[in-house]
């Protein structure tokens, strides 16, 4: 479950502009993640900032690092303190995950359109806004059995832009 409905709702604060992304096809890989459960906002950047700690310790930090967050609910119809949001950290295969609350798992791979975007709040709430008249106006499909990512990268980081990966069909 993903919580697409609920970003479409942010539609209305939209200013008319073209959204601009462009589609990659991202492999399946795996993850070391923690999960939280509760209403999503600031807790998640602190979360973000606990699995980066964890990762630098361990030496899974690099600039090819690609850390992920996901929401696994939508908070439309997912009351907050049940809502569920995990931050991950894409690892090689043979990477061991040796910390009580760090679990690990895969990722499913496939199409994705990607939009580059500001890494502030205003800036992703804006880019969700826009994003599905965008894959709509070119005729993609959401694959809504693949969750969203917000993709943090080093590179992209030190610019202050993220991407947002809509799995689509």
Same mark, same amino acid.
Request: proline share 7%.
């Given at each position: ?39 999503? =906002?600031?807790?998640? &950047?602190?979360?973000?900032?606990? /699995?980066?700690?964890?990762?630098? +310790?361990? !030496? #899974?930090?690099? @600039? ?40 690990? =798992?895969?990722?499913? &791979?496939?199409?994705?359109?990607? /939009?580059?975007?500001?890494?502030? +709040?205003? !800036? #992703?709430?804006? @880019? ?42």
């Amino acid at each position: 479950m993903n919580f697409i409905p609920w970003y479409r709702g942010l539609e209305s604060a939209r200013k008319e502009e073209e959204t601009v992304f462009t589609v990659e096809e991202i492999p399946e890989f795996r993850i070391a993640f923690l999960r939280r459960t509760g209403p999503y =906002g600031e807790a998640n &950047g602190m979360q973000m900032e606990r /699995l980066k700690s964890w990762a630098a +310790a361990n !030496g #899974l930090l690099s @600039a090819d690092s690609a850390v992920l967050g996901i929401a696994r609910d939508d908070p439309a119809r997912t009351p907050p303190g049940d809502c569920r949001y995990d931050t991950c950290l894409v690892l090689p295969d043979d990477t061991a995950v040796r910390h009580p609350e760090v679990r690990a =798992g895969r990722i499913a &791979g496939g199409r994705h359109a990607v /939009l580059t975007t500001a890494h502030t +709040a205003e !800036g #992703l709430a804006h @880019a969700w806004a826009g994003l599905f008249d965008g894959l709509a106006a070119r005729s993609l499909t959401v694959d809504t059995a693949r969750p969203v990512l917000e993709r943090y990268r080093p590179a992209m980081l030190a610019q202050h832009l993220c991407e947002i990966c809509v799995p689509v069909l």
